[in-house]
T-cell receptor, first 109, second 116 residues
Framework: KQEVTQIPAALSVPEGENLVLNCSFT??????LQWFRQDPGKGLTSLLLIQSSQREQTSGRLNASLDKSSGRSTLYIAASQPGDSATYLCAVSLWQLTFGSGTQLTVLP | DTGVSQDPRHKITKRGQNVTFRCDPI?????LYWYRQTLGQGPEFLTY????????KSRLLSDRFSAERPKGSFSTLEIQRTEQGDSAMYLC??????????????FGSGTRLTVV
C-alpha cells in the first residue's frame, strides 16, 4: 500500500526566505507526482506535475524535483511571500492519487 | 475549460438525514474521482468512475454511501443516515485516462458537510 509522508508538518518563515518542503513515498511504481496548494476551507489548486520520467519541473518561483528510485520529492519556493501562506500537499499517482498530510506554511511579513 | 464544479459549497444537516452532492467534471475528462478530507489530513480516496462505470471503491465507502455517474457526465455522491463522523470536505477531481501520465488531476472547490 502506497504511503506518502510530508515533512515538516508546519513551517513558519519570514518573508523573502527560500524554503524547501519534503515529500517521500514508499512505492516507486507511480505515473507522476503532483504538488497542490490548499487555502483554508478551499479546494486544491495544482502547482506542478512531474511525470515519472522527469527529474524536475519549474513554474515561476516554484521548482519541484522527483527522485523516483529513492521515493522522494522536494518543492522549492524562492523568495517567499505572505501570499504563499497555505497548506502544500504532495500526491503520487498510479490509478488514483495518494496524498500526504501536507505542510502548513506561514510566511510572516 | 471551465474547471470542475461542485454543488453545494456548504451543507449542514441533522444526524440521520440523507444528503446528495453533485460534481460536474471538465467535459473532456473521462475519469472522475471522489475524495474525503478531514481537518489536518490529506484527501482520502473514496471511489472513481471511468465514463459511467464505477471501477473502484475504498473500504471507507460504507454501505451508507453511494455514487453514480449517469451517462458518464456529472456525478452524485449520496450519504444516507448521516453520522457526525461524516463531517468532512468532499472533493471531486477529474482527469483523462489514456494520457494520465501526462495530465494531472483537476479538483473542484469541494463541498463542506457538517452533521449536527
Amino acid at each position: 500500500k502506497q504511503e506518502v509522508t510530508q515533512i515538516p508538518a508546519a513551517l513558519s518563515v519570514p518573508e523573502g526566505e527560500n524554503l524547501v518542503l519534503n515529500c517521500s513515498f514508499t512505492d516507486s511504481a507511480i505515473y507522476n507526482l503532483q504538488w497542490f496548494r490548499q487555502d483554508p476551507g478551499k479546494g486544491l489548486t495544482s502547482l506542478l506535475l512531474i511525470q515519472s520520467s522527469q527529474r524536475e519541473q519549474t513554474s515561476g518561483r516554484l521548482n519541484a524535483s522527483l527522485d523516483k528510485s529513492s521515493g522522494r520529492s522536494t518543492l522549492y519556493i524562492a523568495a517567499s511571500q505572505p501570499g504563499d501562506s497555505a497548506t502544500y500537499l504532495c500526491a503520487v499517482s498510479l490509478w488514483q492519487l495518494t496524498f500526504g498530510s501536507g505542510t502548513q506554511l506561514t510566511v510572516l511579513p | 475549460d471551465t474547471g470542475v464544479s461542485q454543488d453545494p459549497r456548504h451543507k449542514i444537516t441533522k444526524r440521520g438525514q440523507n444528503v446528495t452532492f453533485r460534481c460536474d467534471p471538465i467535459s473532456e475528462h473521462n475519469r472522475l474521482y471522489w475524495y474525503r478530507q478531514t481537518l489536518g489530513q490529506g484527501p482520502e480516496f473514496l471511489t472513481y468512475f471511468q465514463n459511467e462505470a464505477q471501477l473502484e471503491k475504498s473500504r471507507l465507502l460504507s454501505d451508507r454511501f453511494s455514487a453514480e455517474r449517469p451517462k458518464g457526465s456529472f456525478s452524485t455522491l449520496e450519504i444516507q443516515r448521516t453520522e457526525q463522523g461524516d463531517s468532512a470536505m468532499y472533493l471531486c477531481a477529474s482527469t483523462r485516462r489514456r494520457t494520465e501520465d501526462n495530465y494531472g488531476y483537476t479538483f473542484g472547490s469541494g463541498t463542506r458537510l457538517t452533521v449536527v
